[in-house]
C-alpha cells in the first residue's frame, strides 16, 4: 500500500504527469482561438485533471471533457481531436498512477507565492481548477465523511480564492504567511487526499470506484 513519505530521506522528487513537449503541446492547443474563452487553460486543466484522478468516483469522460472545454472545441480534424482528449487522460492517468505508488505530483508553477494572494498567481488558478474537478461529482467527495472531506479540501479551497466571500475564510484569506505554508505542501495534500480516498487503512488494495455519474453543483 502506498504511503505519504515522512522525512526528506525518503521522500522522491515530483514527478512530471506529461513531459515539456506534451505540456506545450496541450498549451497551445487551450491557449487558442479553438476553444471557448471559458474553457481551462492549461494550469487549471492540469489541477482539474489530478482532481478526477484523486475522487472517490469516476466521472464519465463525456462530462468531464465538456466541464472541462465549457463546450466542444473547433477542432482541425479527428487526428487533433484525439490527440488533445488522449494528452488530457494521460494526464490523469499518470496521476493516477504517480499517487498509487506513493509519489508526488509535479505541479506546473513554482511553490511560492512570493507575497501575492493565491487567486494572482497559477497557484490560483490551479487550485480553481482542482475544485472545479470536485464539483463534477461534489456529493461523492463529501458523502462518506464530510468533517473529514472539508478538512482536507480546506487548502485547496482557500487558495482557490473562489470562497473568500464565505465567512469562514475571510481570515484566512487574508493571512498570506498561512497560503505560503500551504503551497508548499501542495503535492503532499494531493497524496493525503489519494490515500483518503482510494486507499483506505483496512484494505491492502484501492477500492473500485463508485460509478456515479450524478453532477454536484458548480461554483463560479
Known amino acids: 500500500m502506498p504511503a505519504r513519505p ?3 530521506e525518503e521522500a522522491t522528487p515530483p514527478q512530471p504527469l506529461l513531459d515539456d513537449e506534451q505540456l506545450d503541446r496541450l498549451d497551445d492547443f ?4 479553438r476553444v471557448d474563452e471559458d474553457a481551462l487553460d492549461l494550469i487549471s ?3 482539474f485533471l489530478v482532481a478526477l484522478a484523486v475522487g472517490p468516483s469516476e466521472v464519465p469522460p463525456t462530462q468531464w471533457i465538456a466541464e472541462l472545454f465549457h463546450g466542444e472545441p473547433r477542432y482541425v480534424d479527428e487526428a487533433q ?3 488533445i482528449i488522449h494528452l488530457l487522460t494521460l494526464l490523469r492517468d499518470n496521476a493516477m498512477a504517480v499517487l498509487e505508488q506513493g509519489g508526488l505530483p509535479e505541479l506546473p508553477f513554482e511553490l511560492t507565492l512570493a507575497g501575492m494572494p493565491a487567486e494572482e ?3 490560483g488558478d490551479w487550485c480553481a481548477g482542482f475544485m472545479e474537478g470536485v464539483f463534477c461529482d461534489e456529493s461523492a467527495w463529501f458523502r462518506d465523511d464530510e468533517e ?3 478538512t482536507l479540501l480546506l487548502p485547496f ?9 464565505e465567512p469562514d475564510m475571510a481570515d484566512m484569506a487574508g493571512d498570506l504567511e498561512r497560503q505560503e505554508a500551504l503551497v508548499t505542501q501542495l503535492p503532499e495534500l494531493v497524496l493525503d ?3 483518503h480516498y482510494r486507499v483506505p487503512p483496512e484494505t491492502t488494495k484501492p477500492k473500485p470506484r463508485r460509478k456515479t455519474p450524478a453532477k454536484g453543483k458548480q461554483r463560479r
Open 6 to 8: 515522512h522525512s526528506p
Open 30 to 33: 487551450l491557449a487558442s482561438d
Open 45 to 47: 486543466a492540469h489541477g
Open 81 to 83: 481531436r484525439d490527440d
Open 121 to 123: 498567481t497559477p497557484i
Open 148 to 150: 473529514t472531506a472539508a
Open 157 to 165: 479551497m482557500l487558495l482557490s480564492g473562489l470562497f473568500d466571500d
Open 193 to 195: 487526499l489519494y490515500l
